[in-house]
């Protein structure tokens, strides 16, 4: 009877022992299964990571030029008021001299040359 009672522990210790193997096998399977994957998503973040320091660097960028653009327009501004304000100038210089001039025929044509 001990006999029979150790063949079968020892039978079910050679089962346990060879579930244990394949329960080991399983997960060392499914270890390297995780490491690929995870190498994959690694990759992936490398990648997504570099796509996304792209896209920061392209909005840098598109900033750099809305500041450039703001700067020259607000340069063509105010080269704008300048001339108009030369043109002012002119106009009340022009005015000026028109009404410094007599009266006579021979200034008028001159000072309409100065108008245009």
């Not at 329960?23 to 399977?29: A, F």
């Amino acid at each position: 009877m001990n006999n029979d009672m150790s063949g079968q522990w020892a039978d079910s210790q050679q089962l346990s022992y060879e579930q244990f193997q394949e329960q080991v096998k399983l997960r060392q399977e499914q270890e390297q299964q995780r490491a690929k994957e995870a190498l994959r998503s690694a990759g992936l973040d490398q990648n997504s990571q570099h796509i996304q320091s792209i896209v920061q660097v392209l909005y840098g960028v598109e900033n750099e030029l809305k500041l450039a653009e703001n700067q020259l327009q607000m340069q063509m501004d105010a080269q704008k008021r300048q001339i108009q304000l030369c043109q002012q100038k002119i106009h009340q210089a022009m005015a000026q001299v028109q009404g410094a001039m007599p009266a006579g025929g021979s200034t008028q044509p001159a000072s309409r040359n100065l108008m245009q």
